[in-house]
């Protein structure tokens, strides 16, 4: 049974700036995400905010989400190169969803 992918505005507008080879290649590991999203380079996030969040290595960006297991539900909170900035969104998390890849 597949995951539901759900990525915030925020990620879908930081997605929507990358450049058209580098969109397809993170929209391919999104997509595997939704088959199982521990695959690959995933590390749990460290620091009382970040409980629960994990970040995804895909290529040179980083995609950090929070899983929710009874629900089978990937929220994706930010996605960027792998830089401090990317987990700026801790600071201001929360925001509207925008559309589900399964």
């Known amino acids: 049974m597949p995951w539901l992918v759900r990525l915030s505005t925020d990620a879908g507008k930081q997605v929507e700036r990358l450049p058209a080879d580098r969109q397809d290649q993170l929209l391919r590991s999104l997509r595997e995400m939704a088959e199982d999203p521990f695959r690959g380079d995933v590390k749990p996030l460290k620091g009382r905010k970040s409980r ?8 040179r960006y980083r995609v950090i989400f929070l899983p929710q297991h009874q629900g089978r539900i990937i929220d994706i909170y930010a996605v960027g ?17 925008r559309g589900a890849t399964n």
């Open 52 to 59: 629960g969040h994990y970040r995804k290595r895909a290529g």
């Open 81 to 97: 190169p792998k830089a401090q900035k990317t987990y700026h969104w801790l600071s201001r998390r929360g925001g509207s969803w």
